[in-house]
């Protein structure tokens, strides 16, 4: 332990020189680092830590997996909480020896290059015993961030490729984004090995990896997306049923997430952009898009949009067209003939075609969008709708080495939020009988919100160590995204969105619930969306000016049973926002 705590002591005294003589001059600390003197700490550190590290025997220290005990633990004569009791019963200064030693050692290796390999694998050996000794988010993160920036050298990746195959799935499985982003590593040995990693989880645990490894195959990286391509395809011959089911129910989701109708929407918002530049090539281009999309009906909704709007469709192709066979003959008779379509020309009459042809086709999907508030999944996908029994865990809700809740079915319709992007109430009965609820999200990346997650897992993991946190944890929900703009967000029970909560005190005292949009369509000229940053501002100011504010703070006031139920409900509020 003494040469455990002189070291310890060595690596503080030399962080805090190094921040207080120069750490105003610099870019980083690590740009100070290189110096004689620092290095001489460093080995120092290293010298007297290595004894204590080969004395370490991992039989003698207490495993502890979290779960393993409730929150308190109650001994003859006294009570614990969880993680005082894991302080008396296991060697926690054997494991922090180790997490000392494999930052001595990632960090010699910036300073003595030629000794990149002894360190790196002592670096990571280090936190692979820690990950099988207690196991920690943190130390996963670290482990494999080490492996892959030094996996390029054969000699550390054949002495370490062992440790993160020994892994446990289910840290492989939090950890699956930063392994899935490795499938385009620069080194070929560390590609194919991540190949076949990936293969083998997904072959046994495909429920918490399948849609991940889609969404991967999508990716402007092509050697990422070439291979995620392979790893799918390579299940499909291994287990053709499961990708059936799966292509099955992303399929069904995506075509629920957004609709033909926002989806034209959008596409009609962006080309008033355009107009607006006078780029007229480009507005051709994404309402050309249009015409791509409607010609592949898939369901009986996209049928019954045919059918409502075939004269629409009808116009905007004849526009189109006489606007292809105008641009032909301009450029044959000046004879430029290219490649590329070059600047294209077009007549006013037909701009005065396509801008009526937009702002008639915005105006009656607008109003067709706010009255859609259901949608029936029969009519999305009849095959999903009529689906029981499936072989895909519920989502969020496999873990390794536990009993598979799949899913049983899914509930018939689809509930419509109405805001702006339109997200979907998604409900599955699970086998266990119970029922879970996710919000379907279209025209969002959710990748960036399954990063936020895990950064929320990794606090998590630093407030557990505090027994003063542990009643403020942040509640991290599953993220499932299905594409690079569509996924799925878990429903956290016994929560209300804001809106709710502002449309039942309101209905309480008969107000208008969507008084602001009322106000906005009446001081708006044409569509919000296409109005100028100021007027936007202006109309937001004179809204604010006449609702009160007050709405969410009211509401939980007359919902509180007593003054100490608001304040627990005030209190709960202000921290997990």
């Known amino acids: 332990h003494s040469n455990y705590f002189y070291a310890s002591w060595i690596m503080d005294e030399s962080m805090n020189d190094v921040a207080n003589n120069d750490g105003i001059n610099s870019l980083s600390i690590h740009e100070n680092l290189n110096s004689s003197h620092t290095l001489n700490i460093l080995k120092m550190a290293y010298e007297h830590l290595s004894v204590s590290i080969s004395l370490i025997n991992d039989n003698t220290i207490r495993k502890f997996n979290q779960g393993e005990t409730p929150h308190f633990v109650k001994t003859q004569r006294l009570i614990f909480p969880s993680q005082i009791y894991k302080e008396l019963v296991m060697h926690n200064s054997q494991i922090e020896m180790l997490r000392l030693w494999s930052l001595i050692n990632s960090t010699l290796i910036t300073y003595e290059p030629y000794n990149r390999v002894k360190y790196a694998v002592n670096a990571i050996s280090a936190l692979s015993r820690c990950a099988n000794l207690s196991p920690s988010f943190p130390d996963i993160v670290l482990l494999l961030n080490l492996f892959f920036e030094n996996a390029d050298c054969v000699a550390i990746f054949e002495q370490t490729n062992q440790y993160v195959k020994g892994l446990s799935v289910k840290l492989l499985l939090q950890t699956s984004p930063q392994i899935l982003v490795q499938l385009s590593h620069n080194s070929k040995h560390v590609r194919d090995f991540v190949h076949n990693l990936v293969f083998d989880l997904l072959l046994e645990h495909y429920h918490g990896l399948i849609f991940s490894l889609i969404v991967t195959s999508s990716s402007k990286n092509s050697t990422r997306a070439s291979s995620a391509r392979s790893i799918l395809e390579q299940l499909n011959k291994k287990r053709p049923d499961i990708s059936e089911e799966v292509k099955l129910i992303r399929n069904g989701l995506l075509r629920a997430a957004v609709t033909w109708s926002e989806a034209i929407l959008q596409k009609i918002s962006e080309s008033f952009e355009f107009f607006q530049r006078k780029n007229i090539d480009k507005v051709i281009e994404i309402l050309s898009s249009i015409l791509t999309l409607v010609s592949k009906p898939r369901c009986e909704m996209h049928n019954e949009f045919l059918n409502q709007y075939s004269k629409n469709i009808a116009i905007l192709q004849q526009i189109i067209t006489s606007y292809n066979k105008f641009n032909e003959n301009i450029n044959s008779s000046s004879g430029s003939l290219t490649g590329s379509r070059g600047k294209l020309h077009i007549s006013n009459a037909n701009i005065n075609q396509l801008s009526q042809w937009c702002k008639t086709m915005q105006e009656s999907l607008t109003e067709d969008i706010k009255n859609i508030r259901t949608i029936q999944l029969t009519s999305i996908s009849e095959a999903l709708g009529k689906k029981t029994d499936f072989m895909l865990a519920v989502f969020g809700s496999y873990k390794p080495n536990k009993p598979v809740n799949r899913i049983k079915y899914f509930v018939g319709q689809f509930n419509v939020y109405m805001t702006k992007q339109q997200p979907k109430d998604v409900v599955v009965m699970g086998e266990d009988g119970n029922y879970y609820q996710y919000l379907l999200k279209g025209h969002e990346d959710l990748r960036l919100d399954e990063r936020i997650m895990q950064f929320f897992r990794l606090i998590n993991s630093f407030l557990k160590k505090e027994t003063v946190f542990q009643s403020n944890l942040i509640e991290a929900m599953t993220v499932i995204p299905l594409s690079m703009s569509h996924g799925l967000v878990q429903w956290i029970r016994g929560t209300d969105t804001l809106r709710s909560v502002v ?38 100011e004179k809204i604010f000016s006449e609702v009160p504010d007050t709405d969410i703070a009211e509401f939980f006031w007359l919902k509180a049973e007593n003054a100490e139920m608001w304040l627990k409900q005030t209190n709960t509020f202000a921290i997990t926002t």
Request: without cysteine.
């Open 503 to 540: 449309q039942q005190y309101r209905t309480i005292h008969n107000k208008d619930p969507l008084q602001e949009y009322q106000m906005l369509d009446s001081l708006s000229t044409k569509s919000f969306d296409l109005l100028e940053p100021i007027q936007k501002v202006q109309i937001i």
